[in-house]
């Protein structure tokens, strides 16, 4: 009698003995990423002191990198499909690397701000890659281990990346700041060299075309617009700058989708908008992580350098936004399977809206153990019923071929929210810290900055009243957008509640 034999393993770009490599650089690669993005928040404080950074400083130090991967993260997707990903993949590496050797010994903010833009160039071309050089390199049968590995090491680096780094801010300085940067030299070195010498080249897609004409109106049009709603240390944002900049980021955005629906090869589908359960993704996702971003931005500001609370604590404050994520959301995952995504969507972002408002409310008590920390937890245990569940909604508002691109349009969403949440809310705690602290505005004093010299005692209870009335402005108006996104999310996305009630 014939035996059948097992079925032969799907063939892959990259040996069997050489995917371990692939695996570690991934990790690597985006361990730069995930450093910088957790840990930067705590240490702008510390940039700002040690560099003489004004508040709008501070935003572009944030604003040049978010810039360029939010407009240009899908473009980077695409290209490594036509120039092959591993090689897309290591110019990313490079770009990032090299940037952050710059960031690391930057003598002024100008400077910084420029390495920050060239950071998110390499970001844009090596975050889309991190992934997908995986599932190119492993087999359908071993993929699922593979991704699980590389999301276990990239929870790990969240979670200890802002502890390490509020240690160490905290220990040694203001300086230290430029650590945070130099810790991607010797990470990016190795994956790069892992990619190069181990890794073979994968086979690019012959035909595949690239939307630069996209790319370039998308970037200008958010350049504008946070242009305007930011301004520069030379050039505040006044009515007329808001309106002459915005205005014309507004034309770009126009004249980009104006584009996208006629060229042949968008970056960005827009039929895809016409599904309910799609467009309602992002626009959930634009309003919670708009929330989320401006709120995890500025509170670390509010709290060393208006509380004068360590690096260190912080660090600790957030210790629980982390874990709570990691733990929960594989549970969030599975019951989303079970009642739908809409509803978890909508119980997580209220909770994400509760505790920002009682960041808010409970600002003037000035307590990192009593009133952040548990608010801290409340927010991750929010954030943990919505980030697994969103990903379902997004997966399954498309076809099974479009999910690749539905991430990456789902990815870029809150890239683009998180670079407009640091422009517009920076104007507004300046504005209600301006008009709260006016009795003294003589004084060289700034919203979430130490003051150079110890100040008279009433200018300096004025100085916290007003810290606090500013960070409380932002965390209302985002409590209120997150409660906007739960409401999206529970008419929009996949709900078996509301079905069964409609019966």
């Not at 995930?34 to 950074?53: E, M, Q, W, Y």
């Not at 993949?89 to 990032?96: Q, S, W």
């Not at 972002?349 to 409340?378: C, E, N, R, Y």
Request: glycine residues 10%; charged residues 10%; neutral net charge.
């Amino acid at each position: 009698m014939n035996e059948t034999k097992p079925a032969a393993p799907a063939a892959t770009f990259c040996p069997p003995q050489n995917r371990i490599y692939v695996l570690v650089a991934a990790i690597l690669a985006s361990s730069m990423g995930f450093i910088d993005g957790s840990v930067l928040s705590i240490a702008t404080p510390a940039i700002r002191a040690d560099l003489g950074a004004s508040l709008a400083d501070a935003q572009w130090i944030s604003n040049a990198y978010m810039l360029f991967l939010a407009s240009l993260l899908l473009i980077g997707g695409a290209a490594g499909d036509r120039f092959g990903l591993r090689n897309v993949f290591a110019i990313g590496i490079v770009l990032f690397v090299v940037a952050s050797l710059v960031c690391a010994v930057a003598p002024n903010p100008a400077f910084l701000i420029g390495a920050r833009a060239v950071q998110g160039l390499g970001a844009a071309l090596m975050v889309p890659g991190s992934l997908a050089i995986i599932a190119k390199a492993y087999p359908r049968e071993e993929r699922g281990k593979a991704i699980g590995l590389w999301s276990a090491f990239s929870s790990l680096t969240t979670i200890l990346g802002p502890v390490v780094g509020g240690f160490v801010l905290t220990t040694m300085g203001d300086w230290s700041w430029r650590l945070v940067f130099a810790i991607n030299l010797p990470l990016g070195g190795i994956a790069l060299a892992l990619l190069l010498l181990k890794v073979p080249a994968d086979q690019p897609e012959a035909g595949r075309r690239l939307d630069l004409v996209g790319g370039g109106l998308i970037t200008i049009a958010l350049l504008m617009i946070a242009l305007g709603l930011t301004g520069t240390e030379a050039d505040a944002p006044t009515l007329g700058h808001v309106l002459i900049y915005c205005g014309i980021g507004l034309v770009a955005l126009a004249t980009f989708l104006w584009w996208e629906g006629h060229t042949k090869a968008p970056m960005l589908p827009l039929y895809h908008f016409r599904n309910v359960a799609f467009s309602g993704a992002q626009g959930l996702t634009f309003a919670l992580y708009f929330a989320l971003s401006a709120v995890t931005f500025f509170l670390p500001m509010t709290l060393i350098g208006g509380w004068g609370v360590t690096a260190a604590e912080v660090s600790i404050a957030f210790l629980p936004f982390g874990i709570a994520l990691t733990v929960l959301s594989p549970y969030a995952g599975r019951l989303a399977d079970k009642i739908g995504p809409g509803p978890m969507i909508t119980v997580g972002a209220v909770i994400v809206a509760v505790s920002f408002a009682l960041l808010g409310l409970l600002s003037p008590m000035q307590s990192v153990w009593f009133g952040v920390l548990p608010l801290t937890i409340l927010m991750g245990i929010g954030m943990s019923a919505v980030v697994s569940p969103l990903s379902t909604a997004v997966m399954t508002s498309v076809e099974d071929r479009d999910t690749g691109l539905a991430s990456g349009v789902n990815n870029a969403v809150a890239r683009v929210a998180g670079l407009l949440a640091v422009s517009l809310m920076g104007g507004v705690a300046a504005y209600v810290f301006d008009q709260a602290f006016g009795g003294f505005a003589e004084l060289p004093v700034f919203f979430g900055m130490k003051p150079d010299s110890l100040l008279p005692a009433d200018a300096e209870a004025a100085r916290l009243t007003a810290n606090n009335a500013a960070f409380s402005a932002i965390a209302y108006c985002n409590a209120a957008l997150a409660l906007l996104s739960a409401v999206i999310a529970w008419f929009t996305q996949e709900n078996k509640f509301r079905k069964k009630a409609a019966r």
